[in-house]
C-alpha cells in the first residue's frame, strides 16, 4: 500500500511536462539537478536556526534593547485558582458580568477579586516590548542577509532582468550552488518560523500566518522537485525586500525613534504595494501561467505551482488591506492601533487604570468588556497624541 502511494506520489506525470521522465532530470552532462533528499537538511538546519535565534536574542539582541532603553518589564504572577484558570483557558479572557458573578459563587470570591484576577492574569499573558524587539532583531537580520544574499546570487543571471529567460532550456536547467544555499536557508528559515510561532507573539492573523508559512514552505519544496528554481529565487528575493524594512520600523519604534521609524514604515508600504501587489502578479504569477506552455502544454505541476502563487497574492491582498485601512484612519486622526496587534494596549490601559481601583473603580466591569472588544478606535477612550497614531502602524505589524 505504502509503496504504491510513494509511486503514485512521484508520478513523472505530476511533477513534469508530458514527455518528459525523471530519468531527464538524472545528473550528467556537466549537470547537476535538485533532488528532493536535498531537502532532508533542512530540518536539521530549522531546528539549528531555533539556537541560533536563543544565542542571537540573547548575546546581541538583549543587550542592543538595553542600550535603546528597553527593558524587561517584571510581570507579577496571580494566584493559582483552578475555577478562574479553567474558565480563562477554555471560555473567556473577558468575561461578562453574569459570569463574573456565577464564578465568585463558585469560586467564593468577591466580584471585585475576581474581575482584578482577570485583569492581572490577562496582561500577564501580554508580551513586552524586549520581547517583541528580540523577535524583530531576529527577522530583521535573517532577512537582510537573505535579500544580500539573493542579490549577490542573482545579480548576474538573465532571467532576474529577463522573465522569459526562466523557461528557457527548462526543465534542464542546472543547479548553482548559489541556487542550492539560497533555497535550503529560506526553507530552513521558514520551518523555524512554524516550530517557532507558537510561542511567539501572538497576534490576530495568526492563522493566516501559518498559511503563509506552510504555503511558502509546500511551494519552495515543489518548485524545488520540479526544477522550477530559477522562478522560486525570483519569489523568495520578492518577498525578502520588504520584509526588511518592516521590521526595521518596528525596531525603531520599540526604541521609540518616532521619526525614523514613520520614515521606514512608509519606505515598507511602497515597497510592499510595488513587490507584492505589482511584480508579483503582473511579472511573476504572469511569468508562469503564460510562459510554460510555450515550451509544453500545460500539465498538473503547472497548475499547482500556480494555485500556490494565487494563494499568497490572496494573503497580500489581505495585508494590504489592512494596512490600506490603517493608513486611512492615519490621515482622517481615527487610527490608534494596528489592526493585526491584538488588544495589549487597551489591556494595558485597562491595567493602569484599575489595578488599585482608583479611576474606573465604580465602572461595571461588563461595560469595560465591552469596550475592550467595540473600542477599536480608542484605548478606552485614552486616545494617543496624534504623532504618535504612525507608530501604531509599525507597532507589531508583523511578518507580511
Known sequence: MLETLYQ???????????????????????????????????????FSFLLVRYLFERWIATPLAVSAGIRHR???????????????????????????????????LPVRQI?????????????????????ASWRFVFYLS?????????????WLYDSRQVWTGYPKQSMLDSQYWYYIL??????????????????????????????????LAFSWCANFIRMGTLVMLVHDASDILLE????????????????????????????????????????TWVYPVHH?????????FNVMLVVLLFLHIFWAYLIFRMIRKFLFGTLTRDERSDNEEEEEQESSLTEDGDVQQHKPFNELSRDAASEKNGCFGLSPPENTCLSRLCHELGSV
Open 296 to 304: 509544453y502544454p500545460a500539465y498538473f505541476g503547472y497548475y499547482f
Open 248 to 287: 526595521s520600523a518596528k525596531l525603531f519604534n520599540y526604541a521609540k525613534w518616532e521619526k525614523t521609524s514613520h520614515g521606514l514604515f512608509v519606505a515598507f508600504a511602497i515597497v510592499f504595494m510595488v513587490t507584492r501587489l505589482i511584480i508579483f502578479p503582473f511579472w511573476l504569477i504572469h511569468c
Open 8 to 46: 503514485w506520489f512521484w508520478w513523472d506525470k505530476l511533477w513534469l511536462p508530458a514527455e518528459l521522465s525523471w530519468a531527464d532530470l538524472e545528473d550528467g552532462d556537466g549537470r547537476v539537478y535538485a533532488k528532493a533528499s536535498h531537502l532532508y537538511v533542512t530540518v536539521p538546519y530549522a
Open 146 to 158: 537573505a535579500f544580500i544574499g539573493g542579490i549577490a546570487a542573482l545579480y548576474d543571471k538573465e
Open 186 to 219: 529560506e526553507m530552513s528559515f521558514y520551518g523555524c518560523l512554524l516550530c517557532s510561532i507558537a510561542f511567539d507573539v501572538k497576534r490576530k492573523d495568526f492563522k493566516e500566518q501559518i498559511i503563509h508559512h506552510l504555503a511558502t514552505l509546500v511551494l
Open 115 to 135: 474581575e482584578r484576577w482577570f485583569r492581572r492574569r490577562r496582561r500577564q499573558d501580554h508580551p513586552g516590548v524586549l520581547k517583541k524587539f528580540r523577535e
Open 74 to 108: 517584571v510581570q507579577l504572577k496571580v494566584e493559582h485558582n483552578p475555577i478562574l484558570e479553567n474558565y480563562y483557558s477554555t471560555h473567556s479572557k473577558n468575561p461578562l458580568q453574569a459570569d463574573i458573578n456565577g464564578l465568585s459563587k463558585k469560586s467564593s
